[in-house]
């Protein structure tokens, strides 16, 4: 199939794009490279340095490659930044996410993806968190997620848009040493955690210990990238059976004491951890309940052991100490 991939210079976006390779999709990147990487761009991809709100430069990728098929990732993704910046989210990812839409409809592409978000369900009712859970987004950034999910809804209602909105919980691990997660800032924990063992931070702050959960620390679902990316291919293969809605996590969650701890082991540094007041938004557990893929799509995740997970992560900060902007000064390990 030929693909568009926004985002595909991304943490999860590059990882998939090389799924979709291996598995001998053509694909386009289209990515404004704001907070993507050009070597994480698959070289076997196209790569269109263009952003969302150039609707121009959007139709014209459609016009020259002629996708079959859209896999939207590129967006504001930081929970705790649309908070403080809420028009950065609600204004960009949903005018971004609508001139993709529009112009998808336009040219004919009847097969989309959306990368959406267990923050859907803000402080939720149900553990585990099935798809039927009641839909109250925890910050700007999910109310945006949702609202394209929505469109999407309406798109395939009025055009015949088939689509899949996957909501993932934690997106953690590395796909290979080469591939693996850069943001700047970086605010996520995994790499948060290996970087105080790379010696790049003094110490983790534990964001609240007072947490209705075993040790007092929340509980998060953390889902490898090559099992997310497994979905999405599953999800793509799927469309034409009718669109769909699935939550993405392993079903079973770790706690922020439980992961450090894994930390300490994997890379023998002794990881100083402090404790700090509780992050805002912050519910002690979110977990998935992934049955529904599982059963429609026979997606199964393969990562479920933590000190595996960890040790991916690893492999990828342990030999790029400063992401992708060092590959040349990487030691050989
Ligand atoms: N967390 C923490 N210290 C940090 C970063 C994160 O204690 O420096 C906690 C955070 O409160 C949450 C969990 O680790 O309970 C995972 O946070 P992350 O930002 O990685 O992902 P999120 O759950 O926000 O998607």
Known sequence: ?????????????????????????????????????????????????????????????????????????????????????PFRHLGNNVRNGLNLLESAVEHGVRRFILSSTANLFGLPDRDPIDEDTSISPGSPYGESKFILERMLHWMDDRFGMR???????????????????????????????????????????????????????????????????????RALRALDQGSRTYNLGIGHGFSVRQVIEAARDVTGHPIPAVAGPRRPGDPARLIAASDRIQRELGWEPKWTDLHAIIESAWAWHRTHPRGYDDRASAPAS
């Open 1 to 85: 199939m030929r693909v568009l991939v926004t985002g595909g210079a991304g943490y999860i976006g590059s990882a998939v794009v090389q799924q979709l390779v291996a598995g001998g999709d053509e694909v386009v990147v289209f990515d404004d490279l704001s907070q993507g990487h050009r070597a994480a761009v698959h070289p076997q991809a196209t790569l269109v340095v263009a952003g969302l709100d150039d609707r121009a430069a959007i139709d014209r990728a459609m016009a020259e490659h002629r996708p079959e098929g859209i896999l939207h990732f590129a967006s504001h993704t930081l929970v705790g930044e649309s908070m403080e910046h």
């Open 163 to 233: 689509y899949a909105a996957l909501r993932y919980f934690n997106a953690c691990g590395a796909l290979s040493p080469e591939l693996g997660e850069d943001h700047d800032p970086e605010t996520h924990l995994i790499p948060i955690i290996l970087q105080v063992a790379l010696g790049q931070r003094e110490r983790v702050t534990i964001f609240g210990e007072d947490y209705e959960t075993p040790d007092g620390t929340c509980i998060r679902d953390y889902i490898h990238v090559e099992d997310l990316a497994d979905a999405h291919i």
